[in-house]
């Protein structure tokens, strides 16, 4: 399984932007499905946005759709999560993940990943 870690988490006030990276080793993003979830204190880890393996496209919970971009660049091995408009209830740890499954029936679940990184915490103060 691909090793993944996430970077690029802070404090920002609200309306400000943050990106962040997730970085794999032993293995690479383009094969991958590649996610980002968050989880807030006392919450389950929750969906956030996906690029999928077969072609790139992307997905987006409603909450963030139109504020977070979820992009990959192959050539770093490295996939990021763009945040712009920045709400507190944006806060959250937020986990990188990647799985090699074929079938993209169920990416929004967190069981369909293999692979997920530490963490990274974002704050987003009113």
């Known amino acids: 399984q691909v090793q993944l870690a996430e970077s690029g988490g802070g404090l920002v006030q609200a309306g400000g932007s943050l990106r962040l990276s997730c970085a794999a080793s032993?293995?690479?993003?383009?094969?991958?499905?590649m996610a980002w979830f968050r989880q807030a204190p006392g919450n389950e880890r929750r969906f956030v946005a996906a690029?999928?393996?077969?072609?790139?496209?992307?997905d987006y919970t409603d909450s963030v759709k139109g504020r977070f971009t979820v992009s990959r660049d192959n050539t770093k091995n490295t996939v990021y999560l763009q945040m712009n408009s920045l709400k507190p209830e944006d806060t959250a740890v937020y986990y990188c993940?990647?799985?090699?499954?074929?079938?993209?029936?169920?990416?929004?679940?967190?069981?369909?990943?293999?692979?997920w990184g530490q963490g990274t915490q974002v704050t987003v103060s009113s």
């Open positions: 032993g293995g690479t993003v383009s094969s991958y499905t």
């Open positions: 993940a990647g799985s090699i499954r074929r079938s993209l029936g169920f990416y929004r679940q967190p069981g369909y990943f293999g692979s």
């Open positions: 690029s999928k393996w077969s072609d790139g496209s992307t």
